[in-house]
């Protein structure tokens, strides 16, 4: 089971979070040799996805960045949205880990 993280993330500015993977007993995740994917959406069902730029931090610590530019966010509607974070290993086994609801909220400077 996913852990829940809800992110808030300003238009027109850049996005950076560190995450670290637990399991459903709140154990680190060694995500070592593994890749990461993370994806947000309007709804569950929206056609179209903004990909995270990613990055695992310390895969041993189970830690891991997600990343949107601001060029990304400018693109991005005020209101919620949903998100997850996936990992494959080399076996191509996809766990969800982390999955929430993002808030854009609007920006006045552009």
């Not at 895969?59 to 990343?67: L, R, V």
């Not at 974070?85 to 996809?94: D, H, Q």
Request: hydrophobic share 30%; charged share 15%; net charge neutral.
């Amino acid at each position: 089971m996913a852990t829940i993280q809800n992110l808030t993330i300003d238009q027109d500015a850049d996005f950076t979070q560190t995450l670290t993977v637990k399991d459903s007993t709140g154990t680190v995740v060694d995500i070592s040799g593994q890749t990461v994917t993370s994806k947000l959406r309007k709804t569950h069902l929206s056609s179209t996805a903004t990909a995270f730029t990613t990055a695992i931090v310390s895969g041993t610590d189970g830690t891991c960045s997600i990343t949107l530019t601001d060029t990304v966010t400018s693109g991005l509607t005020e209101g919620r949205y949903v998100w997850d974070l996936t990992t494959t290993t080399s076996g191509g086994l996809i766990t969800r880990r982390i999955e929430g609801r993002v808030t854009v909220t609007p920006s006045v400077t552009r």
